[in-house]
């Protein structure tokens, strides 16, 4: 695998390894690097006269001089404005020390249109905000409109949290980074300030990133296609799992019927509404292939469990805010005291069923570290996040992934932090950052359908935090490739082209 994110500190370590390791020292590590930014800026921009390298002190600066020597020599016209001498005896050193073209300091950049800027200034090692000679150029770049190439990071970009070091950051249109991504390649506003990303092998070992024991990754099929169920030869509708989804009053069916209809398309052999009476009506006159069952209270619940078996629950689409959407899932989450038997995988709380909690947040986390009690996995977007953790929300020191993985250590499930840059986390810190979204899937019930593939993978006995992160990634790519005009309604079919070569994918792996 190559999914794995490495932070800065992580990266510097992998570096410190592969060196120690071998084959490459650190300046052959750098000549890499920097052969690989030349060789991508040579094949995009081959009419781009000059190209203006702008250097750092520190490694990052350092391949910055290897690009421009590997430029030079390629026959193309190169500037080198400098800020900040490496210091002496470094990699970066020996790089300058080999680049036969003249630095001129930074403060003196003065680009022309149609040349194109190397961004060599900070990579992970950024510590701070930008210094004003760096902030300049970056204006003056933007006020060009001229293309940049920026190496590792967009400078003022922290690798760490994706967030901007102070007031500005370039804005590549290509990042070339090295060996593994970082958090900030994927986290906002890190991922729109990046550009495309190439990432580059440079020559650091696989059995170095191991060696780290990486808990972050790029949510990307490799990651849990070994998991996704796919049905049996002699399967039959209840083997392959029975979700149960709680609908909202007469008003508010939709959110429902939509999570139910994507946790069948998920592959759950059965799926049933549970509808309180006075919608009993709308909702059966809406569903076909989805069963439908009344349930008004946890006594109705109980029956349901009991009779039916589900494995897997959805509760909050159009749900209600309040003490029976409280009560619903304190007792699912207690059905597990049966023990065993009762085979609920896990409860997808979405929407109102996360406000539910908002002023006893204890309470949902007490249960969950019930003997036997089922998953919970936990839907938030922003505002609701902020609802359920709020100091945690409030901690501006803390990145998207810092945040997720702090609640989802207080709430002992997978949190599932929704938004552009979707991060996924199980109790114990595992997480993954989810690269495939697009902005079409930014429409009213598109969550209520997430929370339905959740469910109906969970149904099928899907591993907890892999269901998540499939079901996160198979939402987005269906909505990625409707594009324009999807609406949650086609959530659910866009979803099969999507599934089928993941089925796919995990037979020939396995043949
Ligand atoms: N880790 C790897 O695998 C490799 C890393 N390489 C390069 O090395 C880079 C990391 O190098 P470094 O750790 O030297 O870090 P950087 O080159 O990103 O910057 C560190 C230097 O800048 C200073 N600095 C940081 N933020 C500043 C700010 N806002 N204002 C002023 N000064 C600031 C630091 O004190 C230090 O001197 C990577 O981004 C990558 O480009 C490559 O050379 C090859 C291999
Ligand atoms: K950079």
């Not at 016209?77 to 300091?105: N, T, Y």
């Not at 999570?259 to 076909?288: E, F, K, W």
Request: with cysteine; proline share 6%.
């Amino acid at each position: 695998m190559s999914n794995e994110l490495l932070s800065p500190v992580e990266m510097a370590e992998a570096d410190r390894l592969a060196i120690a390791t071998g084959p490459f020292n650190g300046i052959g590590l750098m000549r890499r690097a920097g052969a690989a930014v030349a060789a991508v800026v040579l094949a995009r921009y081959p009419a781009a006269t000059p190209v203006h390298v702008l250097c750092g002190p520190g490694n990052n600066g350092g391949d910055g001089y290897v690009v421009a020597r590997l430029l030079a020599e390629a026959g193309v016209d190169v500037a080198i404005w400098v800020s900040g001498k490496p210091r002496a005896g470094s990699d970066a050193a020996i790089a300058a020390a080999e680049c036969p073209v003249a630095p001129r300091p930074l403060t003196a950049f003065a680009p022309d249109f149609g040349s194109i800027v190397v961004d060599a200034l900070y990579g992970a090692g950024l510590s701070k905000s930008l210094p004003v000679d760096a902030t300049n150029a970056i204006d003056f770049a933007r006020s060009l409109l001229l293309p940049v190439v920026a190496i590792d990071l967009p400078s003022g970009v922290s690798g760490d949290t994706g967030a901007v070091l102070g007031e500005e950051a370039f804005r590549a249109d290509i990042t070339v980074t090295f060996a593994r991504k970082k958090p900030g390649h994927l986290l906002l506003p890190g991922r729109e300030l990046c550009g495309e990303i190439v990432l580059a092998d440079i020559g650091i070992p696989d059995s170095v990133v191991n060696d780290l024991i990486p808990r972050t990754f790029e949510n990307k099929p490799a990651l849990w296609v070994g998991n996704l169920p796919v049905p049996a030869t002699d399967a039959h509708k209840y083997k392959r799992g029975h979700a149960g989804v709680f609908s909202g009053g007469p008003s508010t069916t939709g959110a429902a019927r939509l999570s139910a209809l994507a946790a069948a398309r998920a592959g759950a052999g059965a799926v049933t509404v549970l509808s309180p009476a006075d919608a009993m009506q709308i909702n059966a006159a809406h569903l076909t292939a989805i069963m439908l069952r009344r349930s008004d209270t946890v006594a109705d619940l109980n029956n349901f469990i009991g009779e039916r078996r589900p494995s897997a629950f959805v509760l909050g689409p159009g749900f209600g805010v309040g003490e029976r959407t409280r009560d619903l899932a304190l007792a699912i989450l207690r059905a597990g005291r049966q023990g065993a038997a009762s085979g609920i995988g896990g409860l997808v709380l979405d929407a109102d069923g996360i406000t539910s909690f908002r002023d006893e947040p204890a309470s949902l986390f007490e249960a969950t570290r019930e003997p036997h009690a089922p998953a919970l996995v936990m839907t938030p977007h922003e505002g609701e996040f902020a609802r359920l953790f709020s100091d945690i929300a409030a901690d501006k020191s803390l990145s998207k992934l810092a945040k997720a993985r702090a609640a989802a250590q207080r709430a002992n499930a997978v949190v599932v932090y929704k938004g552009a840059d979707t991060v996924i986390v199980a109790p114990n810190g595992l997480a993954a950052i989810n690269g495939n979204g697009a902005p079409w899937l930014a429409t009213a019930g598109s969550g209520d359908v997430l929370a339905g593939i959740i469910a109906g993978l969970l149904a099928q006995g899907m591993a907890v935090f892999a269901a998540a992160a499939a079901a996160v990634w198979i939402h987005a790519e269906a909505g990625r490739r409707f594009g324009p005009g999807l609406i949650a309604e086609d959530l659910p079919l866009a979803m099969v082209p999507v599934l089928r070569e993941l089925v796919e994918a995990k037979q020939a792996d396995a043949i």
